[in-house]
């Protein structure tokens, strides 16, 4: 496995910390911490640039807050100098792990997300005609810290680069375990932590049709006994190798014709006839009640 070094001067480069602002930006526009950062950029930048290269540069706490989406979730909001910083890892980081990354992994790539995810569902539907489909449970709370920084020196070897990405995995978590969720680097990271999984079920089993958005993850066949004789192994290999359990009460084995519960979505294989490349899919039940909800409660505040 090729691991990658000299990392650091261009992590650390002007050049690259002002895109990392412009990025971070994006999300913050108007939002008061943002705008003191902005009023002094250069020397903000500056300081930043200083701090990562004396080694002195430390995250600061997150600030919670909880949203309902339809579960109760703990929204992590880094500094917003924190998440230049972020950007700025990631964009060293991206390019080196969008070369090993599945095609079928969607979530948080360029060029993915969910929508792309169903779509390949559907084809994936069509083709087979069995799916299971899983996800892990409570993912980013389960995340070990110290599996998760072994990834990253698999394919990092510059230790500076390093020593950074381990401050930002460890700000957060209790007790070595857990990403907090709503970070960009939690999201890379997560995706990371997956990889190996990916691969596992791709080459080691030899599954033809499989993809993942985050931790939720589909396997096709068109022979049911097939898909059941993968359920152990993919269990065996996330509990011994990253230390995660799938969740019980997502785990579903059935035929394409029922229909597959996905991001949000009840995917069905057929095309409506009319208009041919119009996917047959409709939003799920669940997702349905909670926009309703969302609504109602939108249309209370005044």
């Known amino acids: ?38 009023f002094h950029l250069e020397g903000e930048l500056f300081q930043l640039q200083d701090e990562l290269m004396n080694g002195s540069y430390q995250p600061r706490p997150y600030r919670y807050f909880q949203i309902y989406d339809p579960k109760e979730r703990t929204i992590s909001v880094a500094a917003f100098r924190d998440r230049v910083v972020h950007h700025a890892l990631i964009n060293i980081l991206e390019p080196i792990y969008e070369r090993c990354f599945i095609f079928d992994s969607y979530a948080t790539r360029k060029g993915k997300g969910t929508h792309k995810a169903i779509r390949r569902a559907q084809q994936f539907l069509r083709r087979t005609g069995w799916f299971w489909k899983s996800d892990i449970d409570k993912y980013f709370d389960s995340i070990r810290q110290d599996m998760l920084r072994d990834l990253l020196e698999r394919k990092v070897k510059d230790k500076r680069l390093l020593e950074i990405a381990g401050r930002i995995v460890c700000n957060g978590g209790a007790e070595g375990v857990g990403l907090p969720i709503g970070n960009l680097t939690s999201q890379f990271f997560a995706n990371v932590y997956l990889n190996g999984f990916d691969h596992f079920v791709k080459e080691d089993l030899g599954v033809k049709y499989y993809l993942r958005y985050m931790d939720d993850f589909a396997l096709f066949s068109p022979d049911k006994t097939q898909l059941k004789s993968w ?28 229909g597959l519960t996905f991001l949000g979505r009840r995917i069905f294989p057929k095309i409506t006839p009319a208009i041919s490349h119009v996917e047959h899919a409709r939003i799920a039940t669940k997702t349905q009640r909670h926009q309703i909800r969302t609504k109602f409660s939108a249309d209370l505040v005044f």
């Open 1 to 38: 496995m090729k691991r990658y070094g000299q990392l650091f001067e261009n992590f650390t480069a002007f050049p690259n910390l002002l895109l990392a602002y412009q990025k971070a930006r994006r999300g913050a526009v108007g939002k008061p911490e943002a705008q003191a950062f902005a």
């Open 231 to 258: 359920r152990g192994p993919v269990r065996k290999y996330l509990n011994d190798n990253l230390g995660l359990q799938l969740k019980a009460s997502a785990s579903f084995l059935n035929s394409a014709p029922n």
